[in-house]
């Protein structure tokens, strides 16, 4: 489950939007990064790998024929079920690109079937579920998606189950070797949302503890129309390597209107991606739109605009939001260019647009690159 819109490419002028790194044109030194085949870094054994922890979910979903206005009925056309939340979306992903490192997964189960079948697909997937543990106290959570044939627009109704009660207890990170620690959804994780006396949440308490045993850390929250975000994520984020928000969650984190045609407008989204790195953000801002993702650091904002989907091929937007991550994420932990790590998200989220399901469609790197280049890149 991701609440968030598909990310399609739009007519959108880019060349002042971040206009201190990307002036014109490609260098072709650029050129060469940009079209370079994949190449994948041997790092430590001592460190290496990505773990994943937050809201383990099972999505239903069921595609209407039309989404009713309220007391009206919708006809059920077809319906499934797959992987929902940050970390299962994150790591099934990771594991369809082909991430040449070991994925974990650290999380709370309910003692069920559904609970079952997650820790069944990870292992079919090649992610250790070590660190999924079980509970008898909640089902394990699970989310009906609505999705809308003719558009591929989605509405969540989410039994937060198991989820709600992960707490800081529930994170080792001595028994983990990974290089990156993938944290979400902040506003979707009851007892880690909670903010403590002091100030403290325990989202920021697991942070600050994969940062000490030497993980770097990512983020990612949830499109929650309720108030609360900032006072949420304002202690988090100081233990945070790399925030994910897309245009919504920004706009709620910063006060920035950043929907509709705010979105394409280039002062508002750098102004925003700045002003979250202003809240302590350590390395980099990843703020995506339906036109694309801006990723902004102290010194550096790059643009990358969307693949250009056609419309008749998109069957759903679940998960387009963590595939973005997943790419993004694969790049970081292999130290490649900021500009190819963002070519690979937005690839890696066209593929996902292909199924209702989060992660069904999603293919290896080489493949979504060379479908981005087939189908090209928005302005």
Not at 6 to 32: F, I, K, W
């Amino acid at each position: 489950m991701r609440p968030q819109r598909v990310m399609l490419a739009h007519a959108l002028r880019t060349d002042h939007l971040c206009p201190q790194r990307h002036p014109g044109p490609p260098s072709r030194a650029e050129s060469r990064v940009r079209h370079a085949p994949l190449t994948f870094m041997k790092l430590s054994p001592s460190r290496t790998g990505l773990l994943a922890g937050g809201n383990w979910i099972i999505d239903r979903i069921k595609i209407l024929d039309t989404w009713p206005p309220q007391d009206a009925l919708a006809n059920i056309l077809r319906e499934s079920s797959g992987n929902g939340g940050a970390p299962y979306n994150v790591l099934k992903d990771l594991a369809k690109l082909g991430a040449p490192f070991p994925l974990a997964g650290v999380g709370l189960l309910g003692d069920d079937p559904a609970g079952r079948d997650i820790v069944a697909d990870c292992r079919a997937h090649g992610i250790d579920a070590g660190q999924l543990q079980i509970t008898a106290d909640a089902p394990t959570s699970y989310s009906d998606v609505m999705t809308e044939e003719r558009t591929g627009r989605r509405t969540f109704f989410h039994q937060r189950g198991a989820n709600a009660l992960l707490g800081p207890e529930h994170f080792d990170f001595s028994r983990s070797a990974a290089k990156i620690f993938h944290l979400g959804y902040l506003l979707l994780l009851d007892r880690l949302d909670v903010v403590g006396a002091d100030g403290r949440t325990g989202a920021a308490e697991v942070l600050r503890a994969a940062q000490a045993a030497g993980l770097h850390t990512a983020l990612d929250c949830v499109s929650d129309n309720r108030d609360g975000l900032l006072r949420v994520a304002a202690p988090a984020l100081p233990h945070v390597d790399y925030f994910f928000a897309n245009d919504f969650e920004a706009g709620r984190l910063t006060g920035i209107p950043l929907l509709g045609d705010a979105a394409r407008d280039p002062a508002r989204l750098r102004e925003a991606a700045q002003r979250v790195l202003g809240l302590g953000v350590r390395q980099w801002v990843f703020v995506h739109t339906p036109h694309g993702v801006l990723a902004a650091s102290a010194g550096e904002c790059v643009w990358q605009p969307s693949v250009r989907v056609p419309p008749a091929g998109i069957r759903g937007a679940a998960g387009a939001g963590d595939a973005l991550a997943a790419g993004i994420l694969l790049g970081l932990h292999e130290a490649w260019p900021i500009r190819r790590c963002l070519e690979l998200g937005v690839a890696a989220a066209a593929t996902c647009l292909f199924d209702p399901s989060c992660s069904a469609s999603v293919r290896s790197a080489e493949d979504c690159l060379r479908l981005a280049a087939e189908y090209g890149h928005g302005d």
